[in-house]
C-alpha cells in the first residue's frame, strides 16, 4: 500500500472518528434529553466508564472542524471574488469539482461512521453483560440514530471535501503559474536564437560565403 493511500485512510478516519463522536452525543441528548435521563442512558449503556475522556476528544474535533470550516469559507469567498472580477482562472480546481469531491468522501465517511456506532453500542451493552442489541440499536428509543448520523457525517465530508478543494485550486494555479513562466522563457530565448542566425547570414554574404547552419556554429 502506497504512503499516499495510507495517508488517504488515515484523513478519512479521523472524519469517521469526529463524526461518530459527535452522533454519538447527539442521539443520546436528542433521545434522552439532558439531565437524569441521558445520565441515567448513559450508565446502563456502559458508557460511564470512559465517557468523559471521550467528550474531550468530541470537543477537540468539533472545534478543529469548525476552525477549518471557517477558514475555508473565508478562503472561498475571496476566491469567488477573484473569480468574478476575472483575476483569477481556477482551470482543473474549479467550482464544479466540489461535488464530486463531497460525493466521494460522504460514502466512506457516512458508512464508517454507521458501521463504528453499531459496533461501539453493541461492544458497550456487551461489557454490562446484556445480550447484543444488534442493529436494534438504531431503532426502538434511538430511532434518531440513523438522520442523526446521516446528518453529521454529511456535516463533516463537507469540511472534507472543502479542504481538498482548496488543496486542487492551489495546486491547479501553481500548475498554470509554472506553465506561463515556462512559455514566457521560451519566446525569450527563440528571437535570441533567430537573431544568432540571420547575423551568421550576413556575415557570410558580407565575405562572400555562405553561413554555415546554427547547428553546426561551433563556438571559437
Known amino acids: 500500500m502506497t504512503g499516499r493511500r495510507l495517508r488517504t485512510l488515515a484523513i478519512r478516519g479521523v472524519f469517521v472518528l469526529g463524526s461518530l463522536a ?10 434522552h434529553g439532558f439531565g437524569d435521563g441521558y445520565a441515567s442512558a448513559m450508565r446502563e449503556g456502559g458508557h460511564d466508564r470512559y ?16 476552525i477549518v470550516a ?19 482562472r481556477l482551470g482543473d480546481g474549479g467550482l464544479d469539482r466540489f461535488p464530486d469531491l463531497l460525493r466521494r468522501l460522504l460514502l466512506p465517511v457516512s458508512t464508517g461512521t454507521a458501521v463504528a456506532y453499531v459496533l461501539q453500542e ?6 454490562t453483560g446484556a445480550a447484543l ?10 430511532a434518531i440514530a440513523v438522520p442523526v448520523l446521516l446528518a453529521v457525517s454529511l456535516a463533516v465530508a463537507v469540511v ?3 479542504v481538498g478543494w482548496r488543496r486542487e485550486v492551489l495546486l491547479a494555479r501553481i500548475r ?3 506553465g506561463g ?7 525569450v530565448l527563440r528571437p535570441a536564437f533567430a537573431s544568432d542566425r540571420s547575423t551568421g547570414r550576413c556575415e557570410g554574404r558580407r565575405h562572400g560565403v555562405r553561413a554555415p547552419p546554427g547547428g553546426l556554429t561551433q563556438p571559437a
Do not use: C, D
Not at 22 to 31: F, K, M, Q, R, V
Not at 70 to 88: D, E
Not at 122 to 127: K, L
Not at 135 to 142: C, D, I, K, R, Y
Open 22 to 31: 459527535l452522533s454519538h452525543e447527539l442521539i443520546y441528548l436528542l433521545a
Open 51 to 66: 465517557w468523559t475522556s471521550f467528550l474531550l476528544v468530541v470537543a477537540v474535533v468539533t472545534s478543529g472542524l469548525a
Open 70 to 88: 471557517v477558514t475555508q469559507f473565508r478562503r472561498l469567498h475571496r476566491l469567488a471574488a477573484g473569480v468574478q472580477s476575472g483575476s483569477v
Open 122 to 127: 453493541n461492544a458497550e451493552t456487551a461489557s
Open 133 to 142: 442489541p444488534g442493529l436494534s440499536v438504531l431503532g426502538g428509543e434511538h
Open 160 to 162: 472534507g471535501a472543502l
Open 176 to 178: 498554470a503559474a509554472a
Open 181 to 187: 513562466r515556462r512559455r514566457v522563457a521560451a519566446r
